[in-house]
């Protein structure tokens, strides 16, 4: 019987890549959810005929409908269409793809659904990561990783026979668009720079964070939760080649990696297949015309957004909802040209001075923490 997915986000980056591994690999897409990508989403809709179609967005669900009238796919709406993909009963899987703390909830609700829930959304673990694990083992859903960084980790953590021999986890970060560039030459960075980066094509949100370096800072609270590991367990190395997606160093200083082409479609599957591996869609990787391989240490000075994602990972609590939340509302405000490249982490920062982190939280205090973070953004 061929697995059967709701992929949710499916008309994002991720989403769109996780449809290719879906269609070579002779998996079912039964329930497909986005925002508002009407027009992409028919085009999907009549790909791989899904049993459910959402949209967030109540008028690119009305035109949607519209489009697919001639179809068997039923058309559903708003936050409450989403969530009923996700727990779309006639999927065993759903691909968690949505951008940002938006993404949680629907990525909650496939948990609660005892699903293979492979997870993109990285918001999710950073702002609700020991809720969301607790969740998921309760009933009974498994968790597998998509962000690149952490399928590696997960595949060289295979090895490990007992965490007590983990010395460090090594996430690797491949500098972004603005490497090597000091503090004050970042002073007037536009909108299209940063959406320039040098090996990964994705979506906006993700390619700004990718130049701020925020993005590897909340693959470290990411990997923190998914792996329970302190986060000075944890340590960040420029890999400008994207080629060593991350590493675990052992004990012993044995060190294991996973290497692979930069291409999301091998994680994407993987989450998807494990424990099996088959073939797929995602590029070989040339070893022998690849290039040196280099690593180096980040720099914190110009890319302040790291340095403070670890202080909140330090901080506990509700700091990763306060770090993350500051952290969209900036983000969406460079990129509607309102605020400059270096605003970005000074309002994060102003936000985790200004919102006091809770401890041991629950969800409502996540979701407080996130309103406040947004507002001391604003
Ligand atoms: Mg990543």
Known sequence: MSQKIAVLGSTGSIGRQSLEVIAACGMEAVALAANS????????????????????????????RVRLADTDTRVLSGLEGVLEAAAFPGADTAIAALVGMAGLRPALTAVREGKRVCLANKEALVCAGPLVL????????????VDSEHSALFQCLEANRDRGEVKRLILTCSGGPFYGKKREELEHITVEDALKHPNWSMGAK?????A???NKGLEVIEAMHLYRMPVEKI??????????HSLVEYCDNAMLAQL?????????????????????PSA??????????????????AFPCLALALEAAKTGGTAGAILNGANEAAVAQFLAGRIGFLDIPAKV?????????????????????DAAAREAAG
Request: net charge negative; charged share 25%; glycine share 4%.
């Open 37 to 64: 990508s009407a027009e992409r989403m028919e085009a999907q809709a009549r790909q791989f005929r899904p049993r459910i179609a959402a949209l967030a967005d109540e008028r690119a669900a009305a035109d949607l």
């Open 134 to 145: 607790e969740e998921a083992k309760d009933y009974g859903a498994k968790i597998y990783p």
């Open 206 to 210: 993700i390619t700004v964070d990718s």
């Open 212 to 214: 701020t370096l925020m």
């Open 235 to 244: 340590a960040v190395a420029i890999h400008r080649e994207s080629i060593i």
């Open 260 to 280: 692979g082409a930069p291409d999301m479609r091998l994680p994407i599957q993987y989450a998807l297949t494990w424990p099996k591996r088959t073939p797929g």
């Open 284 to 301: 070989p990787l040339d070893l022998w015309n690849c290039g040196p391989l280099t690593f180096g240490a980040p720099d914190l000075t």
């Open 349 to 369: 920062e102003r936000a985790l001075a200004r919102v006091k982190a809770v401890q041991e939280p629950t969800m409502q205090d996540i979701l407080d923490a």
